[in-house]
């Protein structure tokens, strides 16, 4: 009997794990998915430039969403641990401190690659259109969290 209720928690936290990890990952699909479509709008895309500009834009974001990982996971590391040596500090500061100049880097290259597919109004648009999706989706959680 003990037996069988152990394998139905076990059961039962495995299947929350994935659904949770499920539910994450459908919120970040939902949330890349309502901003493409919000810059899509805002910018006025033509079909075509949509098919040249998507997956440079989807690039860069996985690029810049790498950037932040990697810093995150080395502060988690140095969380983790007992007792982290100066250089591990200064390792995990370092990467969180630098994650935004390497952020810069990535759209500088890909705003020259977008300005072959986008008029100079569209990269202003652009760039507004991240801005307005930002505030947004912190207004939504604001509330939420009231």
Aim: charged residues 30%; positive net charge.
């Amino acid at each position: 009997m003990k037996r069988i209720v152990s394998i139905l928690i076990l059961v039962l936290a495995v299947t929350s794990a994935a659904t949770a990890q499920n539910s994450r990952t459908k919120f970040a699909t939902d949330m890349y998915q309502a901003k493409h479509e919000m810059i899509i709008q805002e910018c006025g895309l033509t079909m075509t430039q949509q098919k040249q500009f998507m997956p440079l834009y989807e690039q860069m974001e996985r690029e810049i969403y790498q950037v932040n990982r990697n810093a995150r996971a080395l502060a988690s590391e140095v969380e983790k641990k007992k007792n982290p040596t100066d250089s591990e500090y200064e390792a995990a500061a370092s990467a969180l401190s630098t994650t935004r100049m390497l952020e810069g880097q990535i759209e500088a290259k890909y705003f020259e690659k977008f300005s072959k597919i986008l008029s100079k109004k569209q990269l202003f648009q652009l760039k507004q259109a991240e801005v307005k999706f930002t505030r947004e989706m912190v207004g939504k959680k604001k509330k939420k969290n009231k």
